[in-house]
């Protein structure tokens, strides 16, 4: 973990931020406006240098920008006793790093499953165990963890992907119910397209060898890597929505983001009915009849 740091200047409005995934995309564009707007920020990329160069424009004051590796968990600890030691603790904690990755089950390698993994799930839970004591202590804090509509639907080719958003809804509800009382917060987001660099092959995995067959697969890659510049979501909109989730106590735990997002939602939930409402015969026998216990 590299640290850099610089000089502290606090405002009374402030709050901290602890952002992952930021040298470019969403990450960026959040870390921009929140500097904006006078909060402090931790900041963590894989290249620091890419981060400072990219907000060469904004007033760095307030930002203390970390190089790391968020599937090494003690460079994670240190990262978030970096930045409490240096702000005074943690408001807000945004999992934001991530990319995608197009290609069938079958073609995708145990190594690509592990990797994914590592960063969408692994890496959220070091910076979990890390920020929630601080937290729990406080008895304050929010956590947003930025997933995709497609960690509540899926798509042919989307297997990966989708496989780590799912997990992270899933962590996400449970970390929810498990620490309200602390008074903490937890909240999704779940963007839909958004023009940003992640159908750009620095951020979209693609299987290191295919398998004859997946023709449509094939065609929805190449259609994907032909479509940045023309997604629905604007990404400083995104951010300023993200922002926007922080402010509101009344946020949803669930906060999709963009038409497409929606629209996509809200099919998901009428065919998960439709699929229970189908199999409401066959799981109503499988209960222990009364009167003759197993």
Not at 26 to 49: F, K
Not at 107 to 124: D, K, L
Not at 126 to 138: D, E, F, K, Q
Request: aromatic share 6%.
């Amino acid at each position: 973990m590299s640290v850099q740091v610089g000089t502290i200047k606090h405002g009374a409005m402030s709050n901290t931020w602890f952002v992952t995934g930021t040298s470019r995309g969403l990450g960026l564009e959040l870390v921009r406006q929140l500097l904006s707007q006078g909060h402090d920020v931790a900041a963590t990329s894989r290249s620091a240098e890419r981060l400072i160069a990219a907000l060469d424009d904004v007033d760095r004051t307030r930002l203390l920008p970390i190089e790391l590796d968020l599937t090494d968990e003690r460079a994670v600890t240190a990262a978030i006793t970096a930045t409490a030691d240096r702000f005074g603790g943690i408001d807000v904690v945004v999992n934001n790093a991530g990319y995608g990755f197009l290609g069938a089950v079958e073609e995708t390698s145990s190594a690509e499953v592990r990797r994914m993994f590592e960063v969408q799930i692994f890496g959220v839970w070091n910076v979990l165990r890390a920020v929630l004591p601080g937290m729990r202590s406080a008895r304050r804090g929010h956590v947003i963890n930025v997933s995709s509509i497609l960690g509540l639907t899926a798509f042919g080719g989307w297997g990966l992907y989708c496989a780590g958003k799912f997990a992270l809804e899933g962590l996400s509800e449970s970390l929810a119910a498990e620490v309200a009382d602390f008074g903490i917060r937890v909240s999704l987001v779940e963007p839909g397209y958004t023009r940003t660099d992640f159908l750009r092959p620095v951020s979209l995995g693609l299987p290191a060898s295919t398998v004859d067959g997946y023709s449509a697969i094939r065609e929805m890659t190449a259609a994907h890597l032909a479509m940045p510049g023309t997604q629905l979501g604007d990404p400083a909109k995104v951010a300023a929505a993200v922002i926007a989730v922080a402010s509101d106590s009344t946020s949803p735990l669930h906060q999709v983001l963009g038409s497409d997002s929606y629209g996509l939602a809200k099919a998901r939930v009428e065919s998960l009915l439709s699929d229970v409402e189908a199999g409401r015969d066959l799981a109503l026998t499988t209960d222990v009849s009364p009167g003759n216990p197993l």
